[in-house]
């Protein structure tokens, strides 16, 4: 069993910038893809982002690229999310996921085998 447990979420001002960070426990990260995905109020989880096993390969769903930047630490156990540039439609909670195995399908919710309870982000006008 996995473990993940999100952090970072907040309040921040339209063009602001927020860090999440994605804790694991029960078995270490460096053989599961991370994955984050965010939930909007009324809409279904999107996928947002995603790393493969060692860091090599990233992946981002369009209206985030050039803005987010995904980033693992094996060492750490930890995956990270850094948002940029935000924008009011970012608003969601963001939930971290992982994968058994190094990459493949990173946008399929049911892909990941171990969600974190999700962190809220707000981003005000």
């Known amino acids: 069993q996995v473990q993940l447990v999100e952090s970072g979420g907040g309040v921040v001002q339209a063009g602001g910038s927020l860090r999440l960070s994605c804790a694991a426990s029960?078995?270490?990260?460096?053989?599961?893809?991370m994955g984050w995905f965010r939930q909007a109020p009324g809409k279904e989880r999107e996928f947002v982002a995603a790393?493969?096993?060692?860091?090599?390969?990233?992946h981002y769903e369009d209206s985030v690229k050039g803005r987010f930047t995904i980033s693992r630490d094996n060492a750490k156990n930890t995956a990270y999310l850094q948002m940029n540039s935000l924008k009011p439609d970012d608003t969601a909670v963001y939930y971290c996921?992982?994968?058994?195995?190094?990459?493949?399908?990173?946008?399929?919710?049911?892909?990941?085998?171990?969600w974190g309870q999700g962190t809220q982000v707000t981003v005000s006008s």
């Open positions: 996921a992982a994968a058994v195995g190094a990459w493949g399908r990173a946008p399929d919710r049911s892909r990941y085998d171990y």
């Open positions: 029960g078995r270490t990260l460096n053989s599961y893809m």
């Open positions: 790393i493969s096993s060692s860091g090599g390969i990233t």
